[in-house]
């Protein structure tokens, strides 16, 4: 197999962002609708960006801008607390340029703060496309968002793969027509298990490198 073509997810695929989104959303709830909602309650709310989450979940809906701007707020104050860069993610996307392969993010992230995680984390500039649900009008599973980016690249599907850590990324991928990768080589994943049956399953970033190995 010869790929010339990674998309990825963002959220606990590159970056473990998971846990500031959780906390940040855990502050937002408890502050304006005085509810506690633990870790899973909140993942269960992904799909939609952020603002969407919020507009959907709180029941405080005049509170729902507030509430926005505190989201946001709390996920730049404390990025650095909750979010280490990873050596082994920089180093695989670094392999990929250096394979001359085009790189592209599919995230079901607001833009918002997609673009503060980028800045923190050092991620600008090292990607050819980035697609954040505020770009797509049907969150994944729908294939959208890379479809889109297949286009864009003007790919071969044969020679293209999706990577994420949720089954709805595997879902995405397959109905894009593409290689599909499911991965839990983060502290946190999205989802335990991947019933949608990923052509590729990784727990370890040096995985991924060794594909790459017998890229041709």
């Known amino acids: ?12 695929t590159l970056a473990n962002t998971l846990p500031l ?8 709830f408890k502050k304006y609708d005085g509810r506690t909602i633990d870790h899973d309650g909140i993942v269960s709310m992904f799909g939609p960006p952020e603002e969407g989450m919020i507009a959907k979940n709180l029941e405080n809906k005049a509170a729902i801008p507030e509430a ?11 990025h650095e607390r909750f979010v280490e860069k990873n050596a082994e993610i920089f180093n ?12 592209g993010l599919i995230t079901g992230k607001a833009r918002r703060s997609y673009i503060i995680s980028e800045e923190k984390l050092g991620f600008k500039g090292v990607f050819d496309s980035v697609i954040t649900g505020d770009d797509v009008a049907v969150p994944k599973p729908d294939p959208e968002g890379i479809k889109r980016t297949l286009e864009k ?11 994420g850590d949720a089954n709805g990324d595997t879902l ?7 290689h599909t990768a499911a991965v839990q080589w983060l502290e946190v994943s999205q989802s335990n298990r991947f ?8 727990t370890k970033v040096s995985q991924f490198v060794d594909l790459l190995k017998n890229n041709d």
């Open 68 to 78: 926005t701007e505190l989201y946001f707020e709390v996920y730049e104050k404390e």
């Open 172 to 178: 995405a991928g397959k109905a894009a027509g593409i």
């Open 1 to 12: 197999m010869q790929l010339r073509n990674a998309l990825f997810d963002f959220d606990g």
């Open 195 to 202: 019933p949608a049956n990923p052509e590729f399953y990784w």
């Open 21 to 28: 989104t959780v906390h940040a959303m855990q502050i937002l």
């Open 153 to 163: 690249f003007n790919a071969d599907l044969n020679a293209s793969i999706y990577v």
């Open 92 to 103: 695989l996307l670094h392999l990929l340029k250096k394979q001359g392969m085009k790189i």
